[in-house]
Structure formats: C-alpha cells, structure tokens
C-alpha cells in the first residue's frame, strides 16, 4: 500500500477513550452479571427462578442505564458551559 493513500491518522483523544473503556467496562459488567448469575440461578434453582432472577437483573439494569443517561446529561449540560 502506498503511503500517500492512507488516511491521516487521527490525534488521541483520551476523553473519547474513557467514555468508550466505560461503556465497554458497564456493558460487560452486565453480560457477565446476566449470563453467569442467570446460569447460577437456572443451574442451582431451577428454570422458572432463573427467568424470575434474569427478570429482576433487567429491571435493575434498566434503572441503572437510566440513571446513567440522567448523569450523562447532567455531565454534558455542565461541560457545555467550558
């Protein structure tokens, strides 16, 4: 590949890189919490517990992503003002 056909590269842009390491660390956290605590509790009580465990993870997940969003745009109102 000639070196005149590549595109410039881009600066780093570490507070691009901490909200994406966030975001993949959250998510992550939360996959491993869903699948590995559903498995557990699918393994160790039975399916119906299992649906009612992953059931209540979701919910549990659903208010922290909201709380989240709330934060984030706390976060950005504030940052707007710099």
Known sequence: ?????RPP??????RRHWAETQRNLILGGFAI?????GGLIGLLYGP?????GVSCL???MG???FLFVILKA???WTREDE
């Open 48 to 52: 119906v517990a299992a649906v009612t």
């Open 1 to 5: 590949m000639n070196e005149g056909t």
């Open 33 to 37: 919490l869903l699948v590995v605590g």
């Open 63 to 65: 208010i922290f992503g």
């Open 74 to 76: 706390m976060e950005l």
């Open 9 to 14: 590269k881009q600066g780093f842009d570490p």
């Open 58 to 60: 979701l919910v549990f």
